[in-house]
Nanobody, 122 residues
Framework: QVQLVESGGGLVQIGGSLRLSCVVS????????MGWFRQAPGKEREFVAG???????YYADSVKGRFTISRDNAKTVVYLQMNSLKPEDTAVYYC????????????????WGQGTQVTVSS
C-alpha cells in the first residue's frame, strides 16, 4: 500500500515562499512518478507540477517560473518549492503518485495524499 503524507502548508503573505514536502512509503520510491495538484474552494482539482522517475519535470502555466518540483530518492520525498505566492495560489495541495513512464498533467495518478492547506493572504 503506497502512502503519501504531505506537510509544509500554512499561511503566507503575498510574495512569500513555502516548501511543501511529501513523504512516500510502501513502494520503491524511485520507480514512481510524482505530482502535485491543488484544489481551491468551489473549483476543480488542477495539476500543478510533476516529476517523472527519470526526473523530467512538468508545470502548469500558472506556476511556471515560480514553483519548482524536485525529488530526493534517498529520502523518498518529493518537494514543491513555491515562490512569489499569489492569492490565487490559495488551495489544498495534494501529492500524488503513479506507475508508468511519465508525470504529466494528462495522465491518471494512482495514489493520493490527504492534502495540506496553503493560504496566501495580504
Amino acid at each position: 500500500q503506497v502512502q503519501l503524507v504531505e506537510s509544509g502548508g500554512g499561511l503566507v503573505q503575498i510574495g512569500g515562499s513555502l516548501r511543501l514536502s511529501c513523504v512516500v512509503s510502501g513502494r520503491t520510491f524511485s520507480t514512481l512518478n510524482m505530482g502535485w495538484f491543488r484544489q481551491a474552494p468551489g473549483k476543480e482539482r488542477e495539476f500543478v507540477a510533476g516529476i517523472s522517475r527519470k526526473y523530467s519535470t512538468y508545470y502548469a502555466d500558472s506556476v511556471k517560473g515560480r514553483f519548482t518540483i524536485s525529488r530526493d530518492n534517498a529520502k523518498t520525498v518529493v518537494y514543491l518549492q513555491m515562490n512569489s505566492l499569489k492569492p490565487e495560489d490559495t488551495a489544498v495541495y495534494y501529492c500524488a503518485a503513479r506507475d508508468g513512464a511519465t508525470a504529466g498533467p494528462q495522465v491518471q495518478y494512482d495514489y493520493w495524499g490527504q492534502g495540506t492547506q496553503v493560504t496566501v493572504s495580504s
